[in-house]
C-alpha cells in the first residue's frame, strides 16, 4: 500500500494541502530547491527509473533507519543512467554532502546489455566533501560507486558493503584527478573486478577486508588485483587491509591481492593471503614501500609469489622498490623479479623480510646495478 505524506499549512483562514509520495518528496528534498539539511527517506523499496540528483550543498541524505537494508534504492530493469548523482560537470560545485544509511541495487539479473552500457549505481562528478557511511552497494551491472575527475575529492567512505559491486575513478583522460579519498573499514566480496579501482591522489585504503574478488574478469580476460591503483594514481596508502581469497576466475586468469601501477606508494601491515596470483604486483609502479611493522600480519600463501616485479613496455618503468620488514612467507616465491621488455629492474632494495616457508626467497630477472637484497631471515621468523 502506498503511503502519502501530508502537509497542511496555514496562511491566515486559507488550508493548502500539498501530497506526495516518500520518493518524491525525497527527490524534492536533494534537489536545488529544497529546504531542510536532512532529507529523509521513509523505510521501503524504491524502484529506479530516472536519476535522482543532488542539486545543492550542505546536506545529509538518509534512510529511515539505521539499517541500510530497511530502505533501498533498486535500478529497474532497462535503466542505464545513474540512481543517485550530483550535478553534471559544467554546473556549480557542491560541498559538504552526507549519504548514509541506505541500500542502493544495481539489479544486474534484470538488466541486459553490456556492462559499458551503465552509469554507475551512484555517480560523483564535482562535489567536494563526500561522506558515504552504513551504505550497502549490491549487484552493480557495471561499477555501484564512480567519480569523475571533474573536481570531485575530499571523498570518505566508511563502514560500508560492497557486494559484487565496486568502487571506482574513472581514467587518466578525464580531466583533473579525484583527490583525498579514504576507504575505511568497509567489506567488500564478489567484485567480477577489482572491488577498488582508483586513478586518484592523495589516496588511504584502511582497515578494509577484500574477499573472493576479481573473480570474473569476462570479457576483459585479466588478471589483476582485488585492489587495482592505477598508474595516474600518486600519494597512495594501503594500510591495515585483508585482501584474501582471490581465486583462478572461469577464464582462467588469476586474481592478485593488491595490483601496483601507481608513484609513491605505502603499502604496510596488511594480511595478503591466498590469492591465486601474488599478493602484491607491481608493474611501472615507482617509489613503494612494503612492510609489516605489525609482526601479526603477513603476505602469505599466495600462488605465485608474496611480491611480483616486473618491467613492461605497457607501463613505465618500474623503479625505487624497498621491502623492508616484511613477513612474506609459504609461498613459491618471496619476491619475483621479471622483466618482460629486456629493460632491467633498477633501484630495488629487499632487506630485513621473513621469507619462512617460501620455496624460492628472492627469485632474480634481468636486474640493474643499484639492487640490494641483504639480512634477510628464511627460518624462525614470520607472523607472531
Given at each position: 500500500?502506498?503511503?502519502?505524506?501530508?502537509?497542511?499549512?496555514?496562511?491566515?483562514?486559507?488550508?493548502?494541502?500539498?501530497?506526495?509520495?516518500?520518493?518524491?518528496?525525497?527527490?524534492?528534498?536533494?534537489?536545488?530547491?529544497?529546504?531542510?539539511?536532512?532529507?529523509?527517506?521513509?523505510?521501503?523499496?524504491?524502484?529506479?527509473?530516472?536519476?535522482?540528483?543532488?542539486?545543492?550543498?550542505?546536506?545529509?541524505?538518509?534512510?529511515?533507519?539505521?539499517?541500510?537494508?530497511?530502505?533501498?534504492?533498486?535500478?529497474?530493469a532497462g535503466f542505464t543512467g545513474a540512481m543517485l548523482q550530483?550535478?553534471?560537470?559544467?554546473?556549480?560545485?557542491?560541498?559538504?554532502?552526507?549519504?548514509?544509511?541506505?541500500?542502493?541495487?544495481?539489479?544486474?539479473?534484470?538488466?541486459?546489455?553490456?556492462?559499458?552500457?551503465?552509469?554507475?549505481?551512484?555517480?560523483?562528478?564535482?562535489?567536494?566533501?563526500?561522506?558515504?557511511?552504513?551504505?550497502?552497494?549490491?549487484?552493480?551491472?557495471?561499477?555501484?560507486?564512480?567519480?569523475?575527475?571533474?573536481?570531485?575529492?575530499?571523498?570518505?567512505?566508511?563502514?560500508?558493503?560492497?557486494?559484487?559491486?565496486?568502487?571506482?575513478?574513472?581514467?587518466?583522460?578525464?580531466?583533473?584527478?579525484?583527490?583525498?579519498?579514504?576507504?575505511?573499514?568497509?567489506?567488500?566480496?564478489?567484485?567480477?573486478?577489482?572491488?577498488?579501482?582508483?586513478?586518484?591522489?592523495?589516496?588511504?585504503?584502511?582497515?578494509?577486508?577484500?574477499?573472493?574478488?576479481?573473480?570474473?574478469?569476462?570479457?576483459?580476460?585479466?588478471?589483476?588485483?582485488?585492489?587495482?591503483?592505477?598508474?595516474?594514481?600518486?600519494?597512495?596508502?594501503?594500510?591495515?587491509?585483508?585482501?584474501?581469497?582471490?581465486?583462478?576466475?572461469?577464464?582462467?586468469?588469476?586474481?592478485?591481492?593488491?595490483?601496483?601501477?601507481?608513484?609513491?606508494?605505502?603499502?604496510?601491515?596488511?594480511?595478503?593471503?591466498?590469492?591465486?596470483?601474488?599478493?602484491?604486483?607491481?608493474?611501472?609502479?615507482?617509489?613503494?614501500?612494503?612492510?609489516?611493522?605489525?609482526?601479526?600480519?603477513?603476505?602469505?600463501?599466495?600462488?605465485?609469489?608474496?611480491?611480483?616485479?616486473?618491467?613492461?613496455?605497457?607501463?613505465?618503468?618500474?623503479?625505487?622498490?624497498?621491502?623492508?620488514?616484511?613477513?612474506?612467507?609459504?609461498?613459491?616465491?618471496?619476491?619475483?623479479?621479471?622483466?618482460?621488455?629486456?629493460?632491467?629492474?633498477?633501484?630495488?632494495?629487499?632487506?630485513?623480510?621473513?621469507?619462512?616457508?617460501?620455496?624460492?626467497?628472492?627469485?632474480?630477472?634481468?636486474?640493474?646495478?643499484?639492487?640490494?637484497?641483504?639480512?634477510?631471515?628464511?627460518?624462525?621468523c614470520g607472523p607472531r
Open positions: 500500500m502506498q503511503r502519502i505524506a501530508l502537509l497542511i499549512l496555514i496562511t491566515g483562514a486559507a488550508l493548502r494541502c500539498v501530497a506526495a509520495d516518500p520518493l518524491t518528496a525525497f527527490t524534492m528534498c536533494i534537489g536545488a530547491t529544497g529546504q531542510g539539511p536532512v532529507c529523509r527517506l521513509d523505510a521501503g523499496t524504491y524502484t529506479i527509473s530516472t536519476s535522482l540528483v543532488i542539486g545543492r550543498s550542505d546536506i545529509t541524505l538518509k534512510g529511515a533507519t539505521g539499517n541500510a537494508s530497511d530502505t533501498t534504492l533498486v535500478r529497474a550530483d550535478l553534471l560537470p559544467g554546473s556549480a560545485s557542491l560541498h559538504n554532502v552526507t549519504i548514509k544509511n541506505l541500500t542502493l541495487d544495481g539489479n544486474r539479473r534484470q538488466q541486459s546489455g553490456t556492462f559499458s552500457d551503465f552509469t554507475p549505481d551512484a555517480a560523483f562528478y564535482s562535489t567536494r566533501g563526500i561522506l558515504f557511511t552504513n551504505l550497502r552497494f549490491l549487484n552493480s551491472p557495471n561499477i555501484s560507486l564512480g567519480f569523475s575527475g571533474n573536481g570531485t575529492g575530499q571523498v570518505v567512505i566508511r563502514e560500508s558493503i560492497f557486494l559484487n559491486s565496486t568502487a571506482q575513478t574513472a581514467g587518466c583522460a578525464s580531466g583533473t584527478l579525484p583527490d583525498n579519498i579514504v576507504i575505511a573499514k568497509s567489506y567488500f566480496r564478489d567484485a567480477g573486478e577489482s572491488a577498488v579501482a582508483l586513478n586518484a591522489t592523495n589516496v588511504l585504503v584502511l582497515g578494509n577486508i577484500f574477499e573472493h574478488n576479481k573473480w570474473n574478469t569476462i570479457p576483459f580476460g585479466d588478471s589483476g588485483g582485488q585492489i587495482n591503483f592505477y598508474e595516474c594514481s600518486d600519494e597512495v596508502a594501503a594500510v591495515g587491509n585483508t585482501v584474501r581469497d582471490g581465486i583462478v576466475g572461469a577464464n582462467g586468469q588469476t586474481a592478485d591481492g593488491i595490483e601496483v601501477h601507481a608513484k609513491n606508494v605505502l603499502l604496510v601491515n596488511n594480511v595478503i593471503r591466498n590469492n591465486a596470483g601474488s599478493g602484491i604486483t607491481l608493474g611501472g609502479a615507482q617509489r613503494v614501500f612494503i612492510a609489516n611493522w605489525d609482526r601479526a600480519t603477513s603476505i602469505t600463501a599466495n600462488g605465485t609469489a608474496g611480491v611480483y616485479i616486473y618491467n613492461d613496455t605497457a607501463d613505465r618503468t618500474t623503479e625505487w622498490v624497498t621491502i623492508q620488514g616484511a613477513n612474506v612467507t609459504d609461498q613459491p616465491t618471496g619476491v619475483l623479479f621479471g622483466s618482460q621488455d629486456g629493460v632491467p629492474l633498477n633501484h630495488m632494495t629487499v632487506t630485513n623480510n621473513c621469507f619462512a616457508g617460501d620455496i624460492q626467497p628472492v627469485l632474480l630477472s634481468l636486474m640493474g646495478s643499484d639492487v640490494i637484497i641483504a639480512n634477510n631471515l628464511t627460518r624462525d
